[in-house]
């Protein structure tokens, strides 16, 4: 009876459910949240199909890859990155609507790339779930009714107007920055302006392409929701049912946030529990380095070779005059390279991170890299270049772990000096280690609350008690502009009637005096 009873137990427990995650983003950062995702619910037993354009070598036995590698070639930004292009400013990669389209063509072409639609075509493939990546673009929620499952969004930013009215409303731009704003609150009265003013250019920009997105919605997923006999919902109303949202963010890097109920933050998911080892070379190094590392890296999208010849000369001078150890992640070979430099093509960024010598992180600033940071407590100098790095960087300068060098020219000699600053000064590394305690302080770990709620999903049929309010009323109702415009209506019948009678009074006395 009591084998029986354990048996019935863990089988309760075990569920396994069939999960889709797509992450189509030809992107390093992108697929290392993915792969996080895809890990925890491995781990947690379950069967998991996922949709990237990075396959893995050898999968494990209950994950199927739906390889949509070919969206490498549908992402023509390989000269975006570029640092001399960055400094003349000959590309904005600040402009949302400009993104938008980028994203719009990527989505289009997962949606109509032969494994999707293959995928879509067999009878024999159901989910429990769709846990897919927004980016800019909301047509991947055509995969919940077509499987007929809930949705999950996945967001990889912190919190920001145009995710976070998928599932309730915009936040308050009057002390919210938006998430390519380099500038945080409190804001100043432009400021405040120039926030409201990006929010309608979102706005807008995602109501004029409303058209376009929907049509390649329903080219792309009619097909398959009719032959399964499910009904395809319009856009409009797809892109608003999804039951959570997973959110690569967290408080202790972001900002206290008023978040719907179906909003998770579980920034710092993809980092795994137990390091990888450093290869040894490296490992000898940092081990080595009495005075500490600087660990100095861009990030995966920027190619180092394209720094201008004269300012990696100059930062190479200006790191080979300090006592400390500098790892550079670098994709070229450089020449005469300084004793204390130690260059490297590929870098384990949480384990260099992880290294009690570890004193400082240069970075771009991505959110990857400064959970990262946040996670092992390194303070860190930000370069930031596009998206969300400047608002990530600028808020590693208010809350005090960090100081910010814009890309320009002076890069080497800026550097210098925040160096100096950073290496001298405690209190950065405090307030590090500070933030840090808070970012680990929480009831349980990201990944186990990521595995939590998605099986919280799937068993309460959608977790529609966790469902906004917000997203059953037409804008005008949630503003009270009805009421506004009954209030206006009364004032002007009432300044009409009064003038009606004045004017009447007045021909009365006239006509009485004649
Ligand atoms: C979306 O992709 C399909 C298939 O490649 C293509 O026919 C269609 O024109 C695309 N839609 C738009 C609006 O570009």
Known sequence: MIKLAVFLCILCQCYAFKILVLFPLPGTSHGILGEGIVRHLLNAGHEVTYVTPLPYKDPPKNLTIVDVSSNHELMAVDDFWDFKKLMARTVNLQDVANIVDIMFVVSNGTLNHGNIQKLMADPKVHFDVVIAEWMYSELYSGFAPVFNCPLIWSSSMEPHAAVLSLIDEDPNPAYTADHMSSQDPPFSFSERVSELLTLLKIKYTKWSRYSRDSEAYNKAFTAAAVRRGNRLPPLNEAMYSASLMLGNSYVATGQPTRLPQNYKAIAGYHIK????????????????????VI?????SLLKSK????????EILNMFSALKQTVIWKFEEVLPNLPKNVHIVQW?????????????????????????????YGVPIIGIPIFAD????????????????VDLN???PANLKTSIQEILGNPSYRQRVKELSFIYHHRPVSPGKELVHWVE????????KHLRSKALDLPFYQRFYLDLLALIILVIVSVLFL?????????????????
Not at 280 to 287: A, R, T, V
Not at 456 to 463: L, P, R
Not at 499 to 512: E, G, P, W
Request: hydrophobic share 35%; aromatic share 6%.
């Open 389 to 404: 790095q400047f608002i990530n960087v600028i808020r590693a300068v208010n809350k005090g772990y960090g100081l910010k």
């Open 295 to 299: 660990y100095f890296s861009m990030g």
């Open 456 to 463: 919280h999903v799937i068993q309460t049929n959608g977790a």
């Open 306 to 313: 394209t720094w201008p010849e004269e300012i990696k000369r």
């Open 498 to 514: 009064v003038r009606k009678l004045v004017c009447a009074n007045k021909y009365d006395s006239i006509k009485k005096n004649s």
């Open 347 to 375: 870098a384990p960024q949480p384990s260099i991170l992880a290294h009690p010598n570890c004193i400082l992180f240069i970075t771009h600033g991505g959110l990857l890299s400064t959970t990262e940071t946040m996670h």
């Open 409 to 411: 020219n002076d890069v």
């Open 273 to 292: 529990e137990e390091l990888k080892p450093l290869p040894e070379n490296l490992q000898k190094i940092m081990d080595e380095a009495k005075h500490g």
